[in-house]
């Protein structure tokens, strides 16, 4: 498959339609990776740990803080209990210490069902993908583009272009900042925009064309 090393990449959610600027899905998520020096991570070993592993349909929320937000929705809403240690420490034997837990295993146990009910709903998110290959850095265009293309689709500043449905998911996240930006971002909502990053994006996919 022809995917890019570096990149940023905007998620749709079923049911999310654009509202006043056109047709078609609405964004619900912005993200990016590489944005620390030397970073070696790919755009695709970023896509997949949001995405869970195929094999088991379960996934990692403690490396993915989209996996994360949804199991709580998800729980909040009424599909499953949301286990006592979704979201505490950086892994499950930490989180098992932390919790007087008897072992790592018993925490992955007690998280598979959320974690696979998470695999489920971002497994069927499509997504768009944009070439972003410059050096790994906080100074990145990555990063600039998705601070500010989250700046632009968020709610929480003032009222976006297309607003979230009544029965978006997010709304039972524990986020305020989720609820009241209509994206699955936890970031960058209630910055300021800066609209040049648009020509450099429209740079970016005219490139894109070219190859």
Known sequence: MDWPQLGVYFFFEPGERRSRSGVGGRIVRVGTHALKGGSRSTLWQRLSQHRGSAKSGGGNHRGSIFRLLVGVAL??????????????????????????????????????DLEQRVSAQ?????????????????????????????ALLSHARAPAADTPSAGWLGVHCDRPRVRASGLWNNRHVDEACDAAFLSEMAELVGARGRH
């Open 75 to 112: 729980a909040r809403r009424g599909h499953c209990p949301l286990p006592q240690s979704w979201g505490v420490e950086s892994d499950p034997g930490k989180a098992a210490r932390r919790l007087g837990l008897a072992s790592a295993a018993t925490v992955r146990h007690a998280e598979l």
């Open 122 to 150: 971002i497994g069927q998110m499509p997504f768009l993908w944009l070439d972003v290959p410059d050096p790994p850095g906080p100074q990145s265009a990555r990063g600039r583009i998705e601070r500010n293309a989250i």
